[in-house]
């Protein structure tokens, strides 16, 4: 069974940093490729970063390119997702998943079969 652990949101002013973890057990974690989504109340989920399995590929939402650097360690089959200079409107629900797929298919959610169950970050003004 596929278990995905997210940990390391939380409340920050706006300018502020955080970083998420996200560890995965249960899969052969160095053969899928991670991916980080974000909902907002009221909002559909929306991609934020993916990275292939060999960190060949990845891929940022524009919104957050500059701010964000998604990183994974295949050896702790651990993904990070580090978030900078953030913002009231980055306050959402993160949520990392994993995919078989590769290359742009990485940012489609559909794409993906596991997830966590989330966390929490919320920016404030």
């Known amino acids: 069974q596929v278990q995905l652990v997210e940990s390391g949101g939380g409340l920050v002013h706006a300018g502020g940093s955080l970083r998420l973890t996200c560890a995965a057990a249960?899969?052969?974690?160095?053969?899928?490729?991670m991916g980080w989504f974000r909902q907002a109340p009221g909002k559909e989920r929306e991609f934020v970063a993916g990275?292939?399995?060999?960190?060949?590929?990845?891929y940022y939402v524009d919104s957050m390119k500059g701010r964000i650097t998604i990183s994974r360690d295949n050896v702790q089959s651990t993904v990070y997702l580090q978030m900078n200079s953030l913002k009231p409107e980055d306050t959402a629900v993160y949520y990392c998943?994993?995919?078989?797929?590769?290359?742009?298919?990485?940012?489609?959610?559909?794409?993906?079969?596991?997830w966590g169950q989330g966390t929490q970050v919320t920016v404030s003004s």
């Open positions: 249960g899969l052969t974690f160095r053969l899928y490729a």
């Open positions: 998943a994993a995919t078989r797929a590769t290359g742009w298919g990485i940012r489609n959610s559909d794409q993906y079969k596991d």
């Open positions: 990275i292939a399995w060999n960190n060949g590929d990845i």
